[in-house]
């Protein structure tokens, strides 16, 4: 990677966290989660990720439903899995 695409990066992911914006362009959301150009195309083709495309050409991204896309299928930690499990069971208990 040349220095100046590196430089350009950084410029994009400084202004993603001053900017704080809603609504992110497509450079813009695949810098935010990290996705590669090509494979970002391929989720927008397939419809797996919520995006917009007002004129039919540029694609635009929430930046909230990117975060929901993102933290989607979420796996339990053991931890967590033992203490519902443990509300689960004095629930019980109470109702016999």
Known sequence: MDLLRI???LDRIEQLLI??????????ACDF???SKSFMYKLT???QIPHCK???KLIYFEREKLEK????NYKQSNAEL???ALKLS??????L
């Open 19 to 28: 900017a704080d914006k809603r609504v992110l362009n497509f450079d813009e």
């Open 82 to 84: 033992e203490e519902e």
């Open 33 to 35: 989660t990290g996705i």
């Open 69 to 72: 896309w993102l933290l989607q």
């Open 7 to 9: 430089l350009e990066k």
């Open 54 to 56: 007002p004129n039919g």
């Open 45 to 47: 083709s397939s419809r």
């Open 90 to 95: 004095f629930r019980k208990r109470r109702f």
